[in-house]
Structures are given as structure tokens and as C-alpha cells.
């Protein structure tokens, strides 16, 4: 799979913002890293979604928090992501799905894998009554790098990664957390995708003769990640459209799946960017 296009920096830490973080990272910038130290990061084909009720057995070797944390970071690294999840605040909604809806989000999960950073170094552990956080840096840049907090309560008679607020939240939604936060961050991306198109047209124009290109051209220039002309990454069917001689441009966007990968439909030309729930059809014109 092709490194998700929105994503030019990868985190370091687990945050709080699970709907940024644990599933999406898209909050914190780092420099992506190897495998864990001691960890085999697994290659090839993605790991097939393990059967319903599958115990969590890394959950059995978390007893501190920086054991959560490092048992976190091995599951995740081995693709063992309901094991994984089973240490976050994200165990209500990933228990709760079907094995299609976790085969739906799989692709989420192996981007969640590949940006995860690994060769850490726990610095400190910090506990305050109900709550924790575990410090870590990684290790191949440990002498110039801050590092970075990992916050866990206490839940269940167990340390588990996240926070009070996003605890509470993921128990009344369930499954339906992932696939909201899923959705926003596909918006998210995506707006900033249009927004790279619209800067990648000025920049080929100025190397065309002030005629623009489509979305092939611009990757074929270097200009756009190629997972553009594709949906994996994002959700969403991303096009270009060139007005005669290639004198304009307008870019369009709208969900692969609606109500499921995004309901926003996205429109960007020259005059600027319009966004609507338009029931995953395609915006016209420009107007806002």
C-alpha cells in the first residue's frame, strides 16, 4: 500500500485524540522509524482479521503502565490489532465488530501499523492516583528528540492508553466511534489533498506554457502523492477536469462509499474550495 498522501509526518506518541491518534495519527510529527527494537515488524500480504473473542493475551502482560505502553507498540508492530486495541480506550468499539466491518477497516489498521513508531526508549513514568503517562523517545533519535507523553488511566482494574473523556465517549458509541472518526479524518485529508492539487496546477502551468494538467500529469510530474488515483487511502474518488487547451481546471471529490468513507462531496477550481453533503454526488460549479 502506498503511504497514505495526507500524512507527510509521521507521530511518535499516542495522544489523547483517539480520533486523531490510535486509529488515524494524524496529530503529531515525527519522523517514522524501524520495527521495535527486539520487535520483527512483519512484511508482506496484511494480517487477516483475527475470529471474534480472540483474548487479548498481551492485556495479561500489561500490569504497569509502561508495560501497557510497550505491549501497545509490540501488538501493533505484529499486526496483532484487536490484542492491541484491547490497551487502548478503543477496546469497546473494536470488540464490537463484525468480522466485514473489521475487514472494512483493515486498511486503517495497517496504516495505523505503518506510522507507528517503534525503536522507542521509555524515559519516565509518571503516576497520579487513576492516571498515568509513559515518556518515550525513539532511539535512533533519542539524543536530539523531545519526548513525547502517552497518557493512561485506569479502567477495569487494568492501565489502558487514552483518557477519561475519550473512555466514556467510545463506550456509548461503540463501533460507531471508528467509522465517525474514520469519515473525519477522510474529510480532513482530503480538503488538504484539493488544496495540494490547486498548488501543484500553479506550479505545472508555470512549466507548460500556462496550461494545466490532470491528475495523472501532476503525479507524473512528482507533484501529488500517487495514491491519488486511487481510493485506498482516502475514501475518495479524486479527479481532475481541464477546461479547453488546458486553460482551466477544477478538481472534484466525492466518498467511495457514502455515509461510510466520507458525506462530504468536495469541489476545488480557481475560484476556490466548496464543500457539501450533496449524498456522496459530485459538486457543480463553485458556487459555496
Known sequence: MNRPPAHAAQPLALSARLAACLLFFVAVSAPAAAAPQGFAQQKGPPAKAPAQGRPAAAAALAATPTETVRAMYKALAERRFREAFALSVLHAAVESLSAEEFAELQPDFERLAAATPANVEVTGEVLNGEVASVFIKPIDRAAEAQAEEVKLLRAGGRWVIGERGDYE????????????????????????????????????????????????????????????????????????????????????????????????????DQSGLSKKDAGGKPLKGSSK
Do not use: C, N
Request: hydrophobic residues 40%; aromatic residues 8%; positive net charge.
Open 169 to 268: 465517549v467510545v463506550g456509548k458509541e461503540g463501533k460507531d466511534f471508528l467509522f465517525r472518526a474514520r469519515i473525519e479524518t477522510h474529510h480532513a485529508e482530503v480538503e488538504e489533498m484539493l488544496k495540494r492539487i490547486s498548488a501543484a496546477e500553479f506550479v505545472y502551468a508555470s512549466q507548460h506554457g500556462g496550461a494545466y494538467g490532470d491528475l495523472v500529469a501532476l503525479v507524473g510530474a512528482g507533484l501529488v502523492p500517487q495514491d491519488l488515483l486511487g481510493t485506498e487511502s482516502t475514501g475518495y474518488r479524486i479527479m481532475v477536469t481541464l477546461g479547453k487547451g488546458g486553460k482551466s481546471w477544477a478538481a472534484g471529490a466525492e466518498p467511495v462509499r457514502y455515509g461510510r468513507t466520507g458525506r462530504l462531496s468536495f469541489r476545488m
